[in-house]
T-cell receptor, first 113, second 112 residues
Framework: SQTIHQWPATLVQPVGSPLSLECTVEGTSNPNLYWYRQAAGRGLQLLFY??????ISSEVPQNLSASRPQDRQFILSSKKLLLSDSGFYLCAWSPGTVSYEQYFGPGTRLTVT | DQQVKQNSPSLSVQEGRISILNCDYTNSMFDYFLWYKKYPAEGPTFLISISSIKDKNEDGRFTVFLNKSAKHLSLHIVPSQPGDSAVYFCAASHFGNEKLTFGTGTRLTIIP
């Protein structure tokens, strides 16, 4: 069966510091991968998605970037965090053209102070 | 432009009764719709979906209804149980699109 891992679970970082969140998927090949953010009291905002290694599509221009160095690894980064980057970050995967369903990881709670 | 709308931010239902969560969409290209359930500090979990070729899909206590002419779908939970208390997100997509468009969610509270 497929599993998705995200770490860390919680993170407190000062403004201006860098960020690296990692997501890995097991038990599948060539998944589509997604990064979402849920701000307090808000819905799910798609930040980036990837249909293959090195292929990244950005949905919202912002202070963040994403990379996919391996087939089942997706990384969310920032060089300098802003207060507005605080939120709950979720990684998700889908089988791609086989199915519309996306399956989410446990999330990372980021607080920028 | 919010293409998927959940106009009720919250809903309270007595245990054992029916919970009805609503979702409206504006993009007529959407042909596949999903419901997710989310507990605090956890990732959303997929609940049930429906293709636009159907108007109803049932899975245990959960039924999703689709009204294409009204661009409206609803999730019925019956009977409602305390463990159903969560935030429910409606999502939509269309053929060839790798992305889901999510609504803003409805917080369902089941009252014992």
């Amino acid at each position: 069966s497929q599993t998705i891992h995200q770490w860390p679970a919680t993170l407190v970082q000062p403004v201006g510091s860098p960020l690296s969140l990692e997501c890995t998927v097991e038990g599948t090949s060539n998944p589509n991968l997604y990064w979402y953010r849920q701000a307090a009291g808000r819905g799910l905002q798609l930040l980036f998605y990837s249909v293959g290694i090195g292929q990244i599509s950005s949905e919202v221009p912002q202070n963040l970037s994403a990379s996919r160095p391996q087939d089942r690894q997706f990384i969310l980064s920032s060089k300098k965090l802003l207060l507005s980057d605080s939120g709950f970050y979720l990684c998700a995967w889908s089988p791609g053209t086989v199915s519309y369903e996306q399956y989410f990881g446990p999330g990372t709670r980021l607080t920028v102070t | 432009d919010q293409q998927v709308k959940q106009n009720s931010p919250s809903l309270s239902v007595q245990e054992g009764r029916i919970s009805i969560l609503n979702c409206d969409y504006t993009n007529s290209m959407f042909d596949y719709f999903l419901w997710y359930k989310k507990y605090p500090a956890e990732g959303p979990t997929f609940l049930i979906s429906i293709s636009s070729i159907k108007d109803k899909n049932e899975d245990g206590r959960f039924t999703v209804f689709l009204n294409k002419s009204a661009k409206h779908l609803s999730l019925h939970i019956v009977p409602s149980q305390p463990g159903d208390s969560a935030v429910y997100f409606c999502a939509a997509s269309h053929f060839g699109n790798e992305k889901l468009t999510f609504g803003t969610g409805t917080r369902l509270t089941i009252i014992p």
